[in-house]
């Protein structure tokens, strides 16, 4: 499976992006993550690696760990908009 169709047909990883865009000034770790979305880390800190390879988040690596934050870039911005609408209304 591409990782366009995963990131966008798995549950976590939806759950993943729409956090990061309702919280888009934030950096959290996959713990923190985990802890809002109400999920297991492990799975977490997969999806997180997916969107970064999706260029959806930008990891942060220091040594002890990995913050995650949201993309930057103003065209993905909106087409994850416009995805998370059509979540909504369907």
């Known amino acids: 499976m591409d990782i366009g169709k995963k990131i966008f047909t798995s549950d976590i990883h ?3 992006i729409k956090f ?3 919280n888009q ?4 770790t ?3 993550v985990a802890t809002w979305i109400n999920e297991e880390r492990s799975k977490v800190k997969t999806a997180l ?7 959806i988040l930008i990891a942060h ?4 760990t990995t913050g995650y934050s949201y993309t930057n870039d103003d065209k993905i ?3 994850i908009d416009k995805f998370l609408k059509n979540i909504k209304s369907a």
């Not at 690696?49 to 260029?55: G, I, M, P, Q, S």
């Open 14 to 16: 939806v759950k993943v």
């Open 30 to 32: 996959p713990r923190g």
């Open 77 to 79: 911005i909106s087409k």
């Open 25 to 28: 000034a934030s950096i959290d």
């Open 20 to 22: 990061f865009h309702e």
């Open 49 to 55: 690696e997916d969107l970064v390879k999706a260029k």
């Open 61 to 64: 690596r220091a040594t002890s």
